[in-house]
């Protein structure tokens, strides 16, 4: 299926410093979602944004919901070891969800 | 949020097997969804797997390749058949949350833990 448009591929931050990842695509969606993946687990739902300018923090993760309804962002405050892993987001309307291709999270001390 | 137990979290096949994968819900679910995800890839929806009926494949896959059954609405389970190499990968069951408030509609989607097979 058609996937979104994630940026960027990869990061290599910094502990403290912060990080900045987007999703954008050509649909419209009613619901954009950010997940974690940690290597062979499954995906874990991080942020879930429900309406279009929506901006929801979850401790250092902040997402919005972009006006147009066709991207998103996700901000990670002061970085630490753990926040490594794969950062997906997700956009889903009427039981579709089309998923971006991932931002690796690297954390160095 | 519902959990999702999945297993085997992770297995090592021979060529030509056939590994049955099974996922449980804590709460009857409508939407149940299963995904494959190989290395460095991101999420590929395999089917719906639906309750009492036939699963409904996406475009690539395959019943014969990826039998799936759904006795109930906690329940579910997929086969990969036949496995070849190219079968390496991990794979996700999943379920819909719905938020329904009036004129908003929403959806989230909750992952299992994953089952990542080799095969060799």
């Known amino acids: 299926g058609q996937q979104l448009n994630q940026s960027p591929q990869s990061m290599f931050i910094q502990e403290g410093e912060d990080v900045s990842m987007n999703c954008t695509s050509s649909s419209i969606f009613n619901t954009w979602l950010w997940y974690k993946q940690d290597p062979g687990e499954g995906p874990v739902l991080l942020i879930a944004?429900?309406?279009?300018?929506e901006l929801t923090s979850n401790g250092r993760l902040t997402a919005q919901f972009g006006i147009t309804r066709k991207d998103s962002f996700l901000n990670i405050s002061a970085s630490i070891p753990s926040d490594v892993g794969i950062y997906f987001c997700?956009?889903?309307?009427?039981?579709?969800?089309?998923f971006g291709a991932g931002t690796q999270v690297v954390v160095t001390p | 949020s519902a959990v999702i137990s999945q297993k085997p979290s992770r297995d090592i096949c021979q060529r030509g097997t056939s590994l049955t994968i099974q996922c449980q819900v804590d709460s009857q679910v409508t939407m149940m969804f299963w995904y494959r995800q190989q290395p460095g890839q991101s999420l590929t929806l395999i089917a719906t797997?639906?309750?009492?009926?036939?699963?409904?494949?996406e475009s690539g896959f395959v019943i014969d390749k990826f039998p799936i059954s759904r006795p109930n609405l906690t329940f579910s389970t997929l086969t990969v058949s036949n496995m070849s190499p190219e079968d390496s990968s991990i794979y996700l069951c999943s379920v819909v949350g719905f938020r329904d408030r009036g004129n908003e509609y929403n959806e989230k989607l909750f992952f299992g833990s994953g089952t990542q097979l080799s095969v060799l």
């Open positions: 997700a956009g889903a309307s009427w039981g579709k969800f089309q």
């Open positions: 797997a639906n309750q009492g009926s036939e699963a409904t494949y």
């Open positions: 944004l429900y309406k279009a300018g």
